[in-house]
């Protein structure tokens, strides 16, 4: 009996010192999401999705803890914590549904980072891509109707094929001085030359990464951080289209402000290299 006393006495103790770390962490948490909305108001002159508020994952252990955005719309509310529901990264940076709606997930450690705050703002464009229109845009895609779940990552694109280099290299090029001929010229070659699921995966990476990186962008200029350029070296890979990306839309919303958006418009835009930029 004196063994079964301590064997509960130490559960109990270890179940009240779990209680006591997640009451903590959600308190952490708490404080350091609190500044939130005030880079959210200075950020409004960016991009109005930038006052869209979504629910914050913050990952631990194998566990997701919640924070919804309060009905007052002041902060986020702790909710609850659960399981993650597959593998993520140490450190995962990502925007994905959790029971429905598109959330920013992140660690803890985010918040230690000079631009933790704008990283989850660019998490929240996601959200607000996958609010807005994301589903019935990759419907229309044979990518997206495929079977594969992570398509957006694992794709094997032609990175290395020579045609394609040299279009995106010069495409790059043009977009540096805004030179619009040559930008068309670059798109309807690559959509010549890649086949159709190859042009899908680019186009969709420039439009759903190169979008958050634009606004990633311009809040980090605002609040005076260096520029997010990761991307922009060769050999290209898959977050070159984040980087190229970001500067054809730069492009097309110079000309087409309403674009700007617009993100459903902005997409089939970008789909149809001979109406622009």
């Known amino acids: 009996m004196a ?3 301590c064997i509960l006495c130490l559960t109990g103790s270890c179940m009240k010192a779990q209680d006591m770390s997640d009451e903590f962490f959600i308190r952490d948490c708490l404080v350091m999401i609190q500044p939130l909305p005030a880079v959210q108001q200075k950020a409004l002159g960016i991009h109005p999705f930038l006052g869209r508020r979504h629910p914050i994952a913050v990952v631990k252990d ?17 909710s609850y914590k659960r399981s993650v529901p597959f593998p993520l990264p140490p450190g995962v940076q990502a925007s994905f549904p959790i029971d429905g709606r598109a959330t920013c997930v992140v660690t ?7 631009d933790g705050h704008i990283i989850i703002l660019h998490e929240f464009m996601h959200c607000t891509q996958y609010d807005i229109c994301e589903r019935p845009l990759k419907k229309s895609l044979q990518l997206g109707r495929s079977s594969d779940p992570a398509w957006e990552i694992m794709h094997p694109f032609p990175y290395d094929d020579p045609v394609f ?38 186009v969709w990476q420039e439009w759903k990464e190169g979008f958050a990186r634009l606004i990633e962008n311009r809040l980090r200029n605002t609040f005076g951080l260096a520029d997010n350029a990761y991307g922009s070296e060769k050999p290209y890979h898959r977050i070159t ?35 622009g930029p």
């Open 62 to 78: 194998d566990q997701y803890y919640l924070f919804d955005p309060d009905s007052a719309g002041q902060g986020w509310h702790y």
């Open 3 to 5: 063994g079964l006393f």
């Open 165 to 202: 280099t040299a279009q995106y290299d010069t495409m790059l090029t043009a977009l540096d001085s805004n030179d619009r001929p040559r930008i068309r010229a670059c798109r309807m070659k690559l959509r010549q030359h890649l086949n159709p699921v190859d042009y899908e995966f680019m």
């Open 241 to 275: 289209f984040y980087a190229g990306g970001e500067k054809l839309i730069g492009s097309l919303v110079r000309d087409n402000p309403d674009l700007f958006c617009d993100i459903e418009s902005l997409f089939h835009v970008m789909m149809r290299p001979g109406d």
């Open 108 to 114: 803890r450690q985010v918040f230690d980072k000079p």
